[in-house]
């Protein structure tokens, strides 16, 4: 499935460009060659870039002013053995200057919507107590808090 959608924010600095809303697939790894400071953690890699489009289950949306992505969300849809399929949002970045116009909800809105069209019953994510940001985001999007905690485990490679 493939879908693009664009909007205006009304920040008068950027409303004659419009935000375009885009669902990457694997022919799409050039759009992450143009991405403004702060959208992702780190630099984006070739190698884990052809690694993410290569598999299926992943799932990548992007907002872009012109050519410049400017933010996106990124999920994964998964199945288990006693389960209908899930997406599990793992995370959603929005470039510093164009922060708080609604296009991180936007970006999960279309994230949620491609997960529902796989088949998807639900979807979850996970952030910090503390992430007012993410909380608000989330919950704009539709979420509901959840009380159950979450372990983490890293890997010293």
Same mark, same amino acid.
């Given at each position: 499935? &493939?879908? /693009?959608f &664009? @909007? @205006?924010i009304g920040v008068d600095s950027m409303a004659s460009s419009p935000i =375009?809303?885009?669902l990457l697939g694997p022919a799409d790894a050039h759009v992450l060659v143009d991405v403004a400071p702060y959208v992702f953690d780190n630099n984006v890699d070739a190698r884990y870039t052809a690694e993410f489009f290569a598999d299926p289950r992943h799932h990548l949306v992007v907002a872009r002013v012109g050519a410049t992505v400017v933010g996106f969300a990124s999920g994964v849809h998964y199945v288990h053995p006693d389960k209908a399929p899930e997406l599990f949002i793992n995370e959603v970045g929005v470039a510093p200057t164009h922060q708080g116009h609604g296009i991180g909800k936007r970006l999960m809105q279309a994230l949620l919507a491609h997960g529902h069209t796989l088949g998807c019953t639900g /979807?979850?994510?996970? =952030? *910090? *107590?503390d992430n007012v940001a993410a909380r608000r985001l989330y919950e704009a999007a539709g979420a509901s808090r959840d009380a159950e905690a979450f372990v983490l485990y890293w890997f010293e490679l």
């Open positions: 499935m &493939s879908f /693009a &664009s @909007f @205006f =375009t809303i885009r /979807a979850w994510v996970g =952030t *910090e *107590e």
